[in-house]
């Protein structure tokens, strides 16, 4: 097509934009997103200076990368992201909107949401072992949707599409806004937190991609300490088996890595066939571990799951750090602590990040996926290289 054919077409296009916009009908294009508070920032893929939401849209719309936008009246600041999800904003902001682009076309470019694939946006990948083979090749973790077998409505997932494709699952990180771990049994179960930075997927999600039907799991754990350094613990096999509202965990062989944290779950304190615990939920055999320290347990264990690390500074609560020799459980995570013995070779430093995630990579008739626990920068090929 002539040049410029091809920029009367673009203006006309932009012109069409500008119409509709003018109606108020962004409504056609876009969804109302929601805003967190984090004092961490989130990758943004570009920021402008735009006076009103039509035009930040417009902008968007134009864009074949942006999916979704952000909006602050107060400072006239277009932020365009490339992924989906929710917009971050700093403490005190407002006159911010968030707005996530609907799967579609406009105007004869069509363009789907993170996770969907056909035509007309009709299909929704089963999980992350698929993001790649469907044009989802960035080289950095990315919010997108997953339908596996079994469930309803597709979901958001913090995704790294490359290598195979890794699910985060539980994300820890001391330096971020605080986030509440020690939460009910149905809080666990539907997920909580933002997908970046402290958050939990929740076992109505982690059961199902676990239950992929001809895939195989195993279980890799890696943890960033304050001084930067990291360990990683691996498994070769894993399941998460839901009877009536009890979620018990199975492990397969410890396998040691180049920079191996230890055996903390199948070495001196065995957790396979454990149930998990919450506070009003207590599978710990009466010691109430959930209620007395925070966080979540494993059945008949002082095994920590999901340590509230706030807590850890309240005199009533500092005993759990000379106790506690294991601490990271089935898909979730404890903490290193500074007056903690070491099991093999686990660090005595404090965690200043942690992040799991599940890790796929297909072999010839078989998908084998890891979930693991990610580190800003990693030592080992195997892993991404940045998350």
């Known amino acids: 097509m002539p040049t410029r054919l091809c920029r009367f077409v673009e203006t006309l296009k932009i012109l069409s934009l500008l119409t509709r916009f003018a109606t108020g009908d ?16 989130e990758p943004v893929q570009a920021t402008l200076t735009s006076h009103s939401v039509d035009s930040c849209a417009i902008i968007c719309s134009h864009d074949s990368e942006c999916r979704r936008f952000l909006f602050c009246s107060s400072t006239s600041s277009c932020k365009l992201y490339m992924d989906n999800g929710g917009c971050r904003i700093a403490e005190g902001t407002l006159g911010c909107s968030c707005f996530l682009k609907k799967n579609g076309c406009i105007n004869g470019s069509c363009k789907c949401q993170l996770g969907y694939y056909g035509d007309n946006c009709q299909h929704v990948i089963k999980d992350c072992t698929e993001a790649e083979e469907h044009g989802i090749k960035y080289n950095k973790p990315v919010v997108l949707y997953v339908k596996p077998p079994g469930v309803t409505e597709p979901f958001n997932i913090v995704c790294y599409p490359l290598g195979g494709g ?27 937190g933002t997908f970046r930075h402290n958050m939990w997927l929740g076992f109505d999600k982690i059961v199902p991609l676990l239950s992929i039907p001809n895939a195989a799991y ?8 304050e001084d930067g350094s990291r360990c990683d613990t691996y498994y070769n096999g894993i399941l998460l088996n ?22 903390s779950f199948t070495g001196i304190l065995y957790l396979n066939g454990k149930s998990f615990s919450t506070a009003d939920r207590d599978l710990t055999g009466g010691n109430n571990c959930a209620t007395t320290l925070g966080g979540v ?10 340590f509230d690390y706030s807590s850890s500074h ?14 990271f459980q089935s898909g979730a995570c404890g903490l290193y602590t500074k007056n903690a013995p070491p ?39 195997s892993l991404p290289k940045v998350l």
Not at 166 to 192: A, K, P, V
Not at 297 to 306: D, E, G, S
Not at 314 to 327: G, M, P, R, T, W
């Open 26 to 41: 962004i409504s056609a294009y876009f969804e109302k997103s929601w805003t967190y508070v984090d004092v961490c920032n």
């Open 166 to 192: 890794w699910s985060y699952f539980l994300h820890r990180n001391s330096q971020c806004q605080f986030e509440n771990f020690n939460r009910s049994l149905m809080e666990y179960e539907t997920g909580f």
């Open 218 to 225: 195993s279980f890799n754990i890696n943890l960033l300490k």
């Open 242 to 263: 839901k009877v009536k509202r009890m979620y018990t965990l199975y492990l397969g062989q410890y396998v040691a890595t180049k920079l191996p944290c230890g055996n």
């Open 297 to 306: 347990f494993v059945q008949n264990q002082w095994q920590n799951i999901t």
């Open 314 to 327: 309240v005199s009533d609560k500092n005993n759990y750090h000379k106790e506690i020799l294991a601490y």
């Open 343 to 381: 099991v093999g070779s686990l660090t005595k430093t404090l965690d200043k990040q942690i992040c799991h995630c599940l890790r796929a990579v297909k072999y010839y008739r078989c998908r084998l996926s890891n979930f693991t626990k990610c580190a800003h920068t990693s030592h080992d090929k």
